[in-house]
């Protein structure tokens, strides 16, 4: 049976006395996650589990809280967790190209990286002034002093012998020269070639017999000099090892436990003993080079010590557990980090000391909180994520290497093992992508948190949504709410669910309320928030986004639009349609006609013919002729063309939420009785004349109630809808109080017969016992009117 609604069963009504208090001043703000049970069980399973494969998947609405209670979870059990070593890269003195990583305790890095630089500083300070000592000075002066003397002894010895040979001795930077003397006096090439044959042979063989001996002294000579400079070397060796050993010594003996560390340490000693002239101030004279090469530059004492430098890949000094990042823009580089490059005179250059950390670095030994959308949309963002979850590595390397393999020169870092536990935060879209069209995606996210839309609106989650209130209060630092502000808040909570037994998870658009209640209280210089700031709050916001819905009142008012809301017309009702502007949704009447009259082609949707119908609204067209013949055609076939329209409609249509509002029209027209114009009718309908239930049904009501508002309520009009919406009723005010008042009414029904009657005030029918339909009933009529068809379309033949 139909039934009337009472206002009562029109919205939600939250009673201010029954909440407990006055202000929320009274009450202690909300901590965790609101009416997500079923998602916070899961969120908390998967931050246990150490197992690989247990990385997470967020998925629900935005604005349901997922990334911001995704990141309390985690930042609660991060607090429980270790907290990771730092990461460092060191310079490879085997393999420059490749640097070494290196791990130490949290707050370590930071404190070596320090330590080498307080030691570089000490030694660029005092090798100078080892070396440019006394007693270093003279000691190396002894060594080149005794280096000379042997020198010149050996030379003498050779001079001598040239004159017992009768040649003179010339010493150069580039060899020994032998010059002829004849009478004690050494000969010019002119007095040379005015010599005998004889005297030139004697000569040549003095000389030969010279230049075997000259060779000897070389020799000799080279020893001298090499052992020279190997004592001078071995004597700054000395020296140097003193003063670099001395300062090292603290170093060796603190990180004594770490092996890689020692090593590290022992090779920095011994390449500055072989690169000690690199700390010490003599520096050549660079005029000259510069002169012909304006670009050229010499190596400074910096460069010469940087790859002595500690380049400190992540700092975990400062935490108090595991990391937690949330990052919105995972780009290859800012996963994996990169190594910088500088360009110098057009060549691009680099060092162990540019390499930059990525968010898997930072994050590692913790978790990294990315929205899905992010990650698919950045290229290769996805496939990079996945290969380090698998290979439990991060490769730097540049995103040319990545995508085509061509090796490009510069650096190549050792790669960084890592553990870490990624959240993804996304749709149900994206998970459903990534899960059929990834095979790895099911072994690298094992769970999967979805967070619920909405919540019961029992009093446990009526204080919740309350203590909620007092937390944006506390966090945004506003006036507290009055009780009857709470309520209205709740109340405004069941319309966002769109359930009177509900209430909305979606606590951004929640906060968009608070936040402009208090800026209205705040113009308003109230001491405190009431009911009237948060009305005030959600009809502005109204206003603010109902431009089109007001356009299209104004083309309905102005008879652009035709619908009527008074009398009674064949074949004619008045249809609700839903119009989503995304962040507004609204409803307008519209008006549907049918037309019948004898034919084969049975029901035609005129908004297919013209494409702009959906599937599902053509699925609920077809639907009617099922009903038709099932009611009507056990007797003979139908012989019907039925035409049926939304008029005036340009933009398309879908769903098939007036399928039984067409077919009140085809019956009217059918059966030639008048449908009343001053009621609207929504709901689906099955080929068994039961109705279904539709979505969007407040938006649908309060659409028809403005329309006759405007023209004025006669106490007669109303909406029809299906009984299972009766929960989804949250009504606005002044339509609860127009049916409070009887100026406004509601009706649920369950099947196509209660709303025929309703619409046309003709009892619908029932067969009898011979089965057939009273003739003065709806049933009846169409039934008469259907055979009538099918008997004019036999003599047709």
């Not at 190549?412 to 990534?434: M, N, Q, R």
Request: with cysteine; aromatic share 8%; proline share 4%.
């Amino acid at each position: 049976m139909a039934k009337e609604l009472l206002y009562t069963e029109l919205k939600n009504m939250i009673s201010s006395e029954e909440l407990g208090f006055a202000t929320t001043a009274e009450l202690a703000p909300s901590s965790g996650i609101i009416g997500q049970e079923r998602a916070a069980r899961a969120l908390d399973f998967g931050m246990r589990m150490k197992a690989r494969g247990y990385n997470i998947y967020v998925a629900g609405l935005p604005g349901t809280g997922r990334t911001t209670f995704a990141k309390a979870y985690a930042e609660k059990r991060a607090e429980t967790r270790p907290i990771p070593p730092d990461l460092i890269y060191i310079y490879n003195f085997a393999k420059p190209k490749a640097p070494i990583l290196l791990t130490l305790p949290a707050g370590s890095g930071k404190t070596f990286k320090a330590e080498m630089e307080e030691l570089l500083d000490r030694l660029a300070d005092e090798l100078p002034r080892v070396f440019a000592a006394k007693e270093f000075e003279n000691k190396k002066s002894e060594i080149l002093k005794e280096y000379q003397t042997k020198r010149d002894k050996v030379i003498k010895v050779m001079t001598d012998e040239a004159r017992v040979q009768n040649f003179g001795v010339k010493t150069t930077n580039t060899g020994i020269y032998f010059m002829p003397i004849i009478n004690g006096e050494i000969i010019s090439e002119e007095q040379y070639d005015a010599l005998t044959q004889e005297e030139k042979d004697g000569i040549s063989e003095n000389s030969e017999i010279m230049q075997k001996r000259a060779s000897e002294i070389m020799r000799e000579l080279r020893d001298y000099e090499k052992q020279s400079r190997s004592d001078v070397e071995e004597h700054e060796y000395s020296v140097g090892l003193f003063t670099v050993g001395h300062h090292l010594s603290v170093l060796l003996e603190k990180y004594a436990e770490d092996q890689r560390i020692i090593n590290y340490l022992m090779t920095v000693k011994e390449d500055i003993l072989e690169n000690i002239e690199d700390f010490l101030d003599e520096t050549p004279d660079d005029e000259e080079m510069q002169a012909l090469l304006p670009w050229y530059t010499r190596r400074g004492t910096e460069d010469a010590m940087a790859k002595y430098k500690i380049n400190l890949l992540v700092d975990n000094s400062e935490l108090k557990g595991a990391p937690v990042i949330v990052d919105h823009n995972p780009t290859y580089a800012n996963l994996v980090g990169e190594v910088e490059y500088d360009n110098e005179y057009g060549n691009l250059t680099t060092d162990f000391m540019k390499i930059k950390p990525g968010l898997l670095h930072k994050a590692n030994g913790g978790y990294l909180i990315l929205q899905a959308y992010d990650v698919l949309s950045n290229p290769h963002a996805w496939e990079t994520l996945r290969q380090v979850l698998l290979t439990r590595e991060i490769i730097i390397e540049p995103l040319r290497e990545f995508t085509t393999g061509l090796a490009m020169s510069g650096v190549k870092p050792e790669p960084a093992p890592v553990d870490v536990k990624i959240i993804l935060v996304g749709s149900s879209h994206y998970f459903d992508l990534l899960y059929y069209y990834d095979d790895e995606f099911q072994k690298l996210f094992k769970i999967y948190s979805e967070f619920d839309y909405d919540m019961p609106c029992d009093r446990p989650a009526v204080m919740e949504a309350a203590r909620f209130v007092k937390k944006f209060v506390t966090d945004e630092g506003t006036k507290d709410f009055d009780v009857t502000a709470v309520a209205r808040l709740v109340e405004h909570l069941s319309r966002l669910a769109e359930r009177k037994d509900k209430l909305t998870t979606r606590f951004n658009r929640v906060m968009e309320i608070l936040n402009e209640s208090a800026a209205w209280a705040e113009d308003e210089n109230s001491d405190i928030i009431t009911r009237s700031h948060v009305e005030k709050a959600i009809r502005e916001r109204e206003y603010r986004l109902g431009m089109y819905e007001e356009k299209l009142s104004e083309m309905i008012e102005e008879g652009i639009i035709m619908v009527d809301t008074h009398g009674a017309k064949i074949g004619q009702i008045n249809g609700l349609a839903i119009l989503d502007e995304g962040d507004y949704v609204f409803a307008k009447p519209s008006r549907i006609t049918a037309t019948t009259y004898v034919g084969k082609a049975g029901i035609i949707n005129i908004e297919k013919e013209a494409e702009m119908s959906g599937n599902i609204h053509e699925k609920g067209v077809q639907v009617l002729s099922g009903y038709l013949g099932q009611t009507y055609a056990q007797e003979f076939p139908l012989s019907l063309s039925s035409r049926i329209c939304f008029e005036q409609n340009y933009s398309g249509i879908d769903g098939d939420s007036a399928s039984s509002t067409e077919l009140y029209a085809v019956l009217s027209s059918l059966a030639e009785l008048p449908i009343r114009q001053d009621i609207a009718v929504t709901g689906s309908i099955n080929q068994h004349g039961e109705i279904q239930p539709i979505g969007g049904v407040t938006y649908k009501i309060e659409g028809f109630f403005d329309l006759c508002e405007k023209r004025g309520l006669t106490g007669k009009q109303g909406v029809i809808i299906p009984k299972q919406n009766i929960v989804d009723l949250v009504l606005k005010d002044k339509v609860v109080e127009a049916v409070k008042d009887g100026m406004f009414h509601i009706y649920s029904i369950s099947h196509v017969d209660e709303g025929v009657e309703i619409l046309t005030g003709v009892t619908a029918g029932q067969r009898n016992e011979k089965g057939k339909y009273p003739a003065d009933t709806v049933h009846g009529k169409v039934y008469r009117k259907l055979k009538d068809f099918y008997k004019k379309s036999i003599a047709e033949e």
